[in-house]
């Protein structure tokens, strides 16, 4: 029995001193179990992040791979419409990167087709300007045919209108600017005016050409601005030059069918005169069309009409009734108080 229990006690675990030796070994190996518990646990839970961390690499890793495909499609979409633009490109020009030999004849076939066409707009060009060179030419010739008839004409109506200047008296034009203009008329004296209703003519391009051989003569002008017609009479004073005006009589106006101003003629008026009456026209005919049974016309569509002759500008007719010789004499008087002042100032 001795050497069983000496057997026993080598084998089991140092005691603490216990008097039990099972005792002493069932806490021992109850310690060890504890300490493996706790050491599984802590290898779960180190297991368990890894594990959690090789999913989140794999996520990001399928998000890449996801990424990297779409934008291979995007590429290759991009590719193919990059191919389809170039493609009639192609097959104009097959040799997309011909040697430096070929390249120079190539280009050199392109400078002669240049040159060649070149040639051809000056050609061009040299044939319009002859024609319109030729159609100016016919067309001043049939304005003149124009201006001549109407002449004859109102050179007939005209016969036995003669007005006659009193024994040694001349006219004489009147020197007044542009900015002296309202003063000049308010100076003009009141017994000169009396009565008296003044009609003030500016030169083209603020109006259309007016023809009048001469000092208190018959003649005729175009849809002057405000004019009047009938049996109304007036004092008409034109401008016939820089800072320049003529009293030139006492008229009255009518319609004149049959006369008015032609196309070749219109034509022949420059740019700035035909865009002043047009956007006048527009301005006094047609920007009153809620009054009128018209439509309301652009001026652009109002030049159409006159450069293409569906419209003519109407001819009036300046029959010259006399000529006021006092009312000629305040003129003149108003313009030297006016220049006088101005001196003085």
């Known amino acids: 029995m001795r050497r069983s229990s000496a057997h026993c006690t080598r084998d089991m675990p140092p005691s603490s001193g216990s008097a039990c030796p099972h005792e002493a070994t069932a806490k021992y190996w109850k310690n060890k179990y504890e300490d493996a518990q706790r050491e599984i646990t802590a290898l779960r839970r180190v297991l368990e992040m ?27 979409a991009s590719d193919e419409e990059l191919a389809r633009c170039f493609a009639p490109i192609k097959q104009e020009n097959p040799l997309r990167d011909p040697d430096p030999e070929d390249r120079a004849v190539l280009l050199e076939k392109e400078r002669a087709a240049l040159e060649k066409r070149a040639q051809e ?25 124009a201006r ?12 036995t209108n003669v007005v ?10 009147i020197t ?20 008296k209703l003044l009609f003030y003519l500016p030169r083209p391009p603020h109006s259309l050409p007016i023809h009048v051989p001469g000092w208190a003569k018959s003649g005729y002008w175009f849809h002057p601005m405000g004019v009047m017609v009938g049996d109304r009479e007036f004092e008409l004073i034109v401008e016939t030059g820089q800072n320049q005006w003529c009293y030139v009589g006492c008229y009255r106006s009518a319609p004149c069918p049959g006369s008015d101003l032609h196309l070749s003629e219109w034509m022949e008026l420059d740019e700035e005169t035909k865009t002043l009456f047009v956007r006048r026209v527009q301005s006094e005919v047609f920007g009153k069309a809620s009054q009128l049974p018209i439509n309301q016309l652009t001026v652009e569509a109002i030049r159409k009409n006159y450069d293409a002759g569906v419209w003519s500008v109407p001819c009036y007719s300046l029959h010259c009734i006399g000529y006021n010789t006092v009312l000629h004499a305040g003129l003149h008087f108003a313009a030297a108080k006016i220049a006088a002042s101005s001196l003085a100032c």
């Open 148 to 159: 001549q008839t109407r002449h004859k004409r109102f050179e007939q109506l005209n016969q």
């Open 176 to 195: 007044c600017t542009n900015a002296q203009g309202q003063a000049w008329i308010k100076a003009i004296p009141q017994e000169a005016m009396l009565g």
């Open 164 to 173: 006659l200047f009193e024994e040694g008296f001349t006219p004489r034009p």
């Open 121 to 145: 707009a000056e050609q061009q060009q040299a044939v319009l300007k002859h024609q319109i060179g030729v159609f100016r030419s016919e067309a001043s010739v049939l304005a003149a045919e």
């Open 50 to 76: 890894k594990r959690a961390d090789a999913s989140s690499e794999i996520n990001n890793v399928d998000e890449l791979i996801k990424l990297v495909r779409e934008e291979t499609r995007r590429r290759q």
